[in-house]
């Protein structure tokens, strides 16, 4: 997965997608008043029944409040397809910040 300025891209043995339609949160860890590093990118996947955004895919940025943690959520409650490369990802749950390679 890459996440940057121009998106949330994935890229996987299965292939590559994006940019995700995303929506950002800086304070759905804590409130109103949290002024933590981690931030929450829910990935939209579609209305729901109700005719609201669909998120089953959660991407905690700088988890737990430490820098270059994410951890990746699935809720599977509306049983939403989310395509294999996405499947991938929600599998493997836990990740770290790489380092940009060397010019």
């Known amino acids: ?17 994006g940019p995700l339609p995303v929506d950002v949160c800086f304070s759905c860890a804590g409130g109103a008043r949290y002024e933590g590093i981690q931030v929450w990118v829910m990935v939209k996947y579609g ?3 109700w005719g609201g955004d669909n998120f089953p895919v959660t991407m905690m940025f700088n988890d ?4 270059g943690a994410l951890q990746v959520a699935h809720d599977n409650t509306l049983r939403t397809p989310i395509g294999i490369p996405m499947i991938q990802v929600v599998q493997a749950r836990m990740f770290s910040l790489c380092r940009k390679p060397k010019a």
């Open 47 to 49: 209305k729901d029944k």
């Open 1 to 17: 997965m890459v996440a940057s300025v121009a998106g949330v891209f994935l890229e996987t043995v299965a292939g590559k997608a």
């Open 64 to 67: 737990g409040e430490r820098r």
